[in-house]
T-cell receptor, first 115, second 112 residues
Framework: GAVVSQHPSWVICKSGTSVKIECRSL??????MFWYRQFPKQSLMLMAT?????????EQGVEKDKFLINHASLTLSTLTVTSAHPEDSSFYIC???????????FGNGTRLTVT | SQQGEEDPQALSIQEGENATMNCSYK?????LQWYRQNSGRGLVHLIL?????REKHSGRLRVTLDTSKKSSSLLITASRAADTASYFC????????????FGPGTSLSVIP
């Protein structure tokens, strides 16, 4: 079955540093990937849609300069949290469709803690 | 923005009982999906129901969709302690075709 791999599964960083999270589709090509953010005991909030070969589409209220998304190939999208602050601490999850109108496949998420 | 809403927010039942969760949404959709999330993990897809379908079954899961009321329900029959998790409905939108937006979720606790 389709598998989406996300790395790292957790990261602790200091304020002001940048953190890169990788999302890979392992057995299918994903022209579109989605990045979600989840706070404790809350639902997933869509941050941006990552499009292979073009700019990401950000949701309202999400700072594109803060959360840099690069979808350089059909199997890899990266989310870089730049100049991280404690309020950026959260659970970040990526996902991808194998095809439109099919289920989303999720990575296992990245727990980011900014100290 | 979230277009789905779910109730109840939290549900606690005894093992063996059935659990029903409801989801409402606001815009026209192509399909609606239900996902499960164990604490601190990614999401696992349960069922996808298309807008032209009214009911779907998968094992102990039964999903209904009422597009006239813009609502869906997830029924888990004969619940087990291992069903303890958060359950989310998610919808795409006919106007924003590629986006999948999640409801707030229902936290289910199944007591052995």
């Amino acid at each position: 079955g389709a598998v989406v791999s996300q790395h790292p599964s957790w990261v602790i960083c200091k304020s002001g540093t940048s953190v890169k999270i990788e999302c890979r589709s392992l057995d299918f090509q994903a022209t579109t990937m989605f990045w979600y953010r989840q706070f404790p005991k809350q639902s997933l909030m869509l941050m941006a849609t990552s499009n292979e070969g073009s700019k990401a589409t950000y949701e309202q209220g999400v700072e594109k300069d803060k959360f840099l998304i690069n979808h350089a190939s059909l199997t890899l999208s990266t989310l870089t949290v730049t100049s991280a602050h404690p309020e950026d601490s959260s659970f970040y999850i990526c996902s991808a469709f194998r095809a439109r109108n099919s289920p989303l496949h999720f990575g296992n998420g990245t727990r980011l803690t900014v100290t | 923005s979230q277009q789905g809403e779910e109730d109840p927010q939290a549900l606690s039942i005894q093992e063996g009982e059935n659990a029903t969760m409801n989801c409402s949404y606001k815009t026209s959709i192509n399909n609606l999906q239900w996902y499960r999330q164990n604490s601190g993990r990614g999401l696992v897809h349960l069922i996808l129901i298309r807008s032209n379908e009214r009911e779907k079954h998968s094992g102990r899961l039964r999903v209904t969709l009422d597009t006239s009321k813009k609502s869906s329900s997830l029924l888990i029959t004969a619940s087990r302690a291992a069903d303890t998790a958060s359950y989310f409905c998610a919808t795409d939108s006919k106007t924003s075709y590629d986006k999948v937006i999640f409801g707030p979720g229902t936290s289910l606790s199944v007591i052995p």
